[in-house]
């Protein structure tokens, strides 16, 4: 039986997170999926799953994926297409990483065109740790090592806030448990959206994130808005579309693991702890519920110190990715 390429539709969902979390025991990283997360990426703003998503399949058995995502917007005048996927361990060595490659670059360059005319684009893949099947096969198509991601996680059966208040510089004058981020607190979404941008404007390789693609991610089943922070701004109210100085947002992929998805604050609140002081309440809560670790992935050269920051509070390195990256070939006519 000869392998069978498609695109990947909501009834493959079940297969397609087999083969991830089999990926995630194989390669070490710790990710994992439930197939209604892979629905909900099949649904984002921006993404045609027949045409920017791939699968091979045996049988009834999925043995190598391939997903693409352009970003909305640009990032210093440059589009970045975001590629991803994987083989089945047991089929490694056959050509089919080749073949996802072959399929999702020109695609790439397609989609990056029709978005955004003109511009020079990027292509970017996460590579897991160096030296995986991954980062192999990308430094054999022209990629280079761009980027390098720590994933730390936190023990909270062992994990207590006393003895760490004196990381807080100054608390947060105005604080708003959970982000409900429906209609009625469609301000509030807004607001957190506008503040996240500013707070990542310098930071490497980040892109702005549009309405619909926020609302998309902090709406989905896996995102836990009762274990979610933000800090008010005491002189905006909260109609205001300024009105958040600070956040953490948290998801929950794995049952019993909290993950702590976006951290920032903007530039007129920084210096005064907000961020650590939201953070230090995201644990607290977080082990109140019985959650056994807390876990996040950091930009190891990103701007902030932001590392240092969440090992000050308890978390320990456990991981290290590379991102590696290559100019986005031409674009390809449509």
């Known amino acids: 039986m000869s392998i069978v390429w498609k695109p990947i539709e909501p009834s493959d969902t079940p297969a397609w997170a087999e083969l991830s979390n089999l990926l995630s025991t194989a390669d070490g990283s710790d990710e994992h999926y439930a197939p209604e997360d892979l629905a909900e990426e099949l649904e984002e703003p921006g993404v045609d799953p027949y045409l920017d998503t791939l699968g091979a399949w045996k049988g009834r058995d999925m043995v190598a994926y391939g997903q693409l995502r352009v970003g909305a917007g640009l990032r210093d005048g440059i589009a970045k297409a975001f590629l991803g996927g994987g083989v089945h361990p ?55 090592p761009a980027r390098y991601l720590q994933d730390l996680q936190l023990d909270l059966a062992d994990w207590s806030p006393e003895g760490l208040s004196h990381l807080e510089v100054e608390r947060p004058r105005a604080t708003r448990p ?65 009105a958040v100085d600070g956040y953490v947002l948290c998801g929950e992929y794995v049952p019993g693991e909290l993950y702590v998805c976006f951290v920032g604050t903007r530039r007129r609140a920084r210096g005064r702890g907000v961020a650590t002081g939201l953070l230090l309440e995201v644990l607290a809560a977080a082990k109140a519920e019985g959650f056994r670790v807390a876990a996040l992935g950091v930009d190891a050269e990103g701007p902030g110190g932001g590392v240092g920051l969440y090992e000050r509070v308890g978390f320990r390195r456990v991981r290290t990715d590379v991102v590696y990256e290559k100019a986005l070939p031409a674009p390809v006519p449509a």
């Open 90 to 144: 047991g089929w490694r060595g056959r050509g089919l990483g080749r073949a996802v490659m072959d399929w999702i670059e020109p695609r790439a360059a397609q989609l990056a065109g029709i978005r955004h005319p003109g511009a020079p684009g990027l292509l970017s893949v996460w590579a897991g740790i160096p030296g995986s099947a991954s980062a192999r096969l990308a430094a054999a198509r022209g990629y280079r």
């Open 178 to 242: 959970g982000l409900p981020f429906d209609l009625a607190d469609g301000d509030l979404a807004e607001a957190t959206r506008r503040a996240h941008n500013e707070a990542f404007a310098q930071h490497r390789g980040a892109t702005e994130r549009d309405h619909g693609l926020w609302v998309a991610q902090i709406s989905g089943s896996t995102f836990r808005p009762e274990l979610s922070r933000v800090a008010l701004s005491p002189d905006r109210g909260l109609d205001s579309r300024d």
